[in-house]
């Protein structure tokens, strides 16, 4: 079989993603191993099929790779001993990762990026640790959603690819693929089942997923939103249901979530709408700003700290004293001067970025917190996350009568739908389930700032193309899942954020991190890579 033009161009781009992602063609790249618990499905429909193909295998120096959506290794079947323990050296092992930023143009992860099948003969390989290798790849599409479930690649030892292979792997591929639906159609019956049974009652709002399912009633349709419904999935797969979330409209709901046995990831969720928001992450309005005159809020830079503080002090009347912007511009911060001048004129003062303040000014400004009473304009105080502030500042935030801290973007997932959305309204856009999905998967280190330049973009690719939907496409390739982390599951996803906010808190020092996760640091370094930390 030849490598025809669009073939080479597939082989010349795959090459240049992995230049771009840092890997060298002489490079050994250790295997990033995953829990593949989540695939078992996949497995499942696979075991006996891959069974009947190793038999055909017999006497031929060729090998089945079988890795799941995400492109990790689930399932490896061979004849040929000598082969298998190369390809085990090779990293070809249970659990590691075959995308293209982990090892390169293959017919596994390149596959991946094209959606369709590839071959790819010795030469072809991006890495020389493959380039005794030919392969054919080609994806398996689940019959009913439509989305690749895993891939399936043929390889040899040898320069080129036997043409025999390709109708032998589609012909594997299409076996999975048709139980792939049997199971599915099983699936499908326990969960309306089990939505049947919990919308009897009419006056509550139900609502149920599967794998490739979504059912609700009509006040569960009022509701939610397609957005909504990936935020939900995301929560089911996570095995981490809060108490509430707040959906695309903006509405607060409290959510309660039964499982439907013997089926993954699939849930009937009660949802009711709630009359107030009792998020934590609440400030007071300014009509409560008498009885909490001093009002501390902090949080990360990006995280609308300076946004909230004036919801608590007028905008348009209170005295600003903008403390980073005073640095850069190295202009002089005449703070005692700032609080006589909002006293004369009975407005409201915000200190934005207080923590940056000198000690002298900190010491001043907690004297007036101290001072303050209820009867005048609030003091509102931006500063970081209590956590990471010196002792002058902290003591002024402790002087606070009212304090609140803003959590970061990466801890808001239920929320991020319901964010974006109100971003897009402005556009007339709607965000689609899998763009939801995508979002809420991301680390947000930029946070709010992060986000809204993301959606500026994906709405001009959105705007370009017609559409009034923004889906998962229309964002910039880092932000779609793939090139950072693909919605990780139950432990690995709270795990994940852990290592994160310990990373944060120890300004990166991996050392103290790992004192404060109570583990050792080889253990951390191989999370860090294993969840595709960018540390």
């Given at each position: 079989?030849?490598?025809?033009?669009?073939?080479?161009?597939?082989?010349?781009?795959?090459?240049?993603?992995?230049?771009?992602?840092?890997?060298a063609?002489?490079a050994?790249?250790?295997?990033?191993?995953?829990?593949?618990s989540?695939s078992?499905?996949?497995?499942?429909?696979?075991?006996?099929?891959?069974?009947?193909?190793?038999?055909?295998?017999?006497?031929t120096?060729?090998a089945l790779?079988?890795?799941?959506h995400?492109?990790?290794?689930?399932?490896r079947?061979?004849?040929?001993?000598?082969?298998?323990?190369?390809?085990?050296?090779?990293?070809?092992?249970?659990?590691?990762?075959?995308?293209?930023?982990?090892?390169?143009?293959?017919?596994?992860?390149?596959?991946?990026?094209?959606?369709?099948?590839?071959?790819?003969n010795?030469e072809?390989?991006y890495?020389?640790?493959?380039?005794?290798?030919?392969?054919?790849?080609?994806?398996?599409?689940?019959?009913?959603?439509?989305?690749?479930?895993?891939?399936?690649?043929?390889?040899?030892?040898a320069?080129?690819?036997?043409?025999?292979?390709?109708?032998?792997?589609?012909?594997?591929?299409?076996?999975?693929?048709?139980?792939?639906?049997?199971?599915?159609?099983?699936?499908?019956?326990r969960?309306?089942?089990?939505?049947?049974k919990?919308?009897?009652?009419?006056?509550?709002?139900?609502?149920?997923?599967?794998?490739?399912?979504q059912?609700?009633?009509?006040?569960?349709?009022?509701?939610?939103?397609?957005?909504?419904?990936g935020?939900?999935?995301?929560?089911?797969?996570?095995?981490?249901?809060?108490p509430?979330?707040?959906?695309?409209?903006?509405?607060?709901?409290?959510?309660?979530?039964?499982?439907?046995?013997?089926?993954?990831?699939?849930?009937?969720?009660?949802?009711?709408?709630?009359?107030?928001?009792?998020?934590?992450?609440?400030?007071?309005?300014?009509?409560?700003?008498?009885?909490?005159?001093?009002?501390?809020?902090?949080?990360?830079?990006?995280?609308?700290r300076?946004?909230r503080?004036?919801t608590?002090?007028?905008?348009?009347?209170?005295?600003?004293i903008?403390?980073?912007a005073?640095?850069?511009?190295?202009?002089?911060?005449?703070?005692?001067?700032?609080?006589?001048l909002?006293?004369?004129?009975?407005?409201?003062?915000?200190?934005?970025?207080?923590?940056?303040?000198d000690?002298?000014?900190?010491?001043?400004?907690?004297?007036?917190?101290?001072?303050?009473?209820?009867?005048?304009?609030?003091?509102?105080?931006?500063?970081?996350?209590?956590?990471?502030l010196?002792?002058?500042?902290?003591?002024?935030?402790?002087?606070c009568?009212?304090?609140?801290?803003?959590?970061?973007?990466?801890?808001?997932?239920?929320?991020?739908?319901?964010?974006?959305?109100?971003?897009?309204r402005?556009?007339?856009?709607?965000?689609?389930?899998?763009?939801?999905d995508?979002l809420?998967?991301?680390?947000?280190?930029?946070?709010?700032?992060?986000?809204?330049?993301?959606?500026?973009?994906?709405?001009?690719?959105?705007?370009?193309?017609?559409?009034?939907?923004?889906?998962?496409?229309?964002?910039?390739?880092?932000?779609r899942?793939?090139?950072?982390?693909?919605?990780?599951l139950?432990?690995?996803?709270?795990?994940?954020l852990?290592?994160?906010?310990?990373?944060?808190?120890?300004?990166?020092?991996?050392?103290?991190?790992?004192?404060?996760?109570?583990?050792?640091?080889?253990?951390?370094y191989?999370?860090?890579?294993?969840?595709?930390?960018?540390?």
């Amino acid at each position: 079989m030849t490598t025809s033009l669009p073939q080479r161009q597939v082989i010349a781009a795959s090459w240049q993603r992995a230049r771009d992602c840092g890997l060298a063609p002489d490079a050994r790249p250790d295997p990033v191993l995953a829990d593949i618990s989540s695939s078992d499905p996949l497995l499942d429909a696979a075991r006996p099929i891959l069974a009947r193909a190793a038999e055909q295998l017999h006497g031929t120096p060729a090998a089945l790779l079988l890795v799941d959506h995400r492109s990790r290794m689930v399932a490896r079947v061979s004849a040929d001993a000598s082969l298998e323990r190369t390809l085990a050296d090779a990293g070809a092992v249970t659990g590691a990762t075959f995308t293209e930023a982990a090892m390169g143009t293959t017919a596994l992860g390149t596959v991946a990026e094209v959606r369709g099948e590839v071959v790819i003969n010795a030469e072809d390989h991006y890495l020389e640790q493959f380039r005794f290798l030919s392969c054919f790849g080609q994806p398996i599409i689940h019959p009913t959603t439509r989305r690749v479930a895993g891939i399936l690649c043929m390889t040899q030892a040898a320069p080129r690819l036997n043409p025999l292979s390709v109708p032998l792997v589609r012909g594997v591929v299409e076996d999975i693929a048709d139980r792939l639906l049997s199971r599915s159609s099983s699936d499908h019956r326990r969960v309306i089942a089990a939505y049947e049974k919990a919308a009897e009652r009419r006056d509550t709002a139900v609502a149920a997923l599967g794998d490739d399912l979504q059912l609700s009633n009509s006040l569960a349709a009022q509701l939610l939103a397609p957005g909504d419904f990936g935020t939900l999935r995301q929560l089911v797969e996570q095995n981490d249901v809060p108490p509430t979330i707040t959906l695309l409209s903006g509405v607060t709901v409290a959510v309660q979530a039964v499982r439907v046995p013997s089926v993954r990831h699939a849930a009937v969720f009660r949802l009711r709408p709630q009359l107030s928001d009792l998020s934590p992450a609440s400030l007071p309005s300014r009509s409560t700003a008498a009885g909490a005159p001093t009002v501390a809020i902090c949080g990360e830079p990006g995280t609308g700290r300076t946004a909230r503080a004036f919801t608590v002090a007028d905008r348009a009347a209170a005295v600003v004293i903008d403390v980073p912007a005073a640095l850069i511009d190295d202009a002089p911060i005449d703070l005692a001067a700032a609080l006589r001048l909002a006293r004369s004129r009975g407005h409201g003062v915000v200190i934005d970025g207080a923590d940056l303040l000198d000690e002298r000014s900190l010491a001043l400004l907690q004297s007036a917190v101290s001072a303050r009473s209820g009867a005048e304009p609030p003091i509102v105080v931006v500063t970081g996350p209590p956590d990471t502030l010196g002792p002058g500042a902290a003591a002024l935030v402790a002087r606070c009568r009212h304090r609140t801290t803003l959590p970061p973007l990466r801890q808001r997932s239920t929320e991020l739908a319901a964010l974006a959305q109100e971003f897009l309204r402005a556009d007339s856009l709607e965000l689609g389930a899998d763009a939801a999905d995508a979002l809420a998967s991301q680390d947000w280190p930029g946070n709010f700032p992060e986000l809204a330049m993301v959606l500026e973009q994906a709405a001009a690719v959105a705007r370009a193309r017609g559409s009034r939907t923004l889906d998962v496409h229309d964002l910039p390739r880092d932000y779609r899942g793939s090139a950072r982390v693909s919605r990780l599951l139950g432990l690995e996803h709270a795990e994940r954020l852990a290592i994160v906010d310990a990373l944060d808190a120890a300004g990166g020092n991996k050392s103290h991190a790992a004192k404060t996760l109570g583990i050792s640091r080889t253990t951390l370094y191989a999370r860090i890579r294993a969840l595709d930390i960018g540390r």
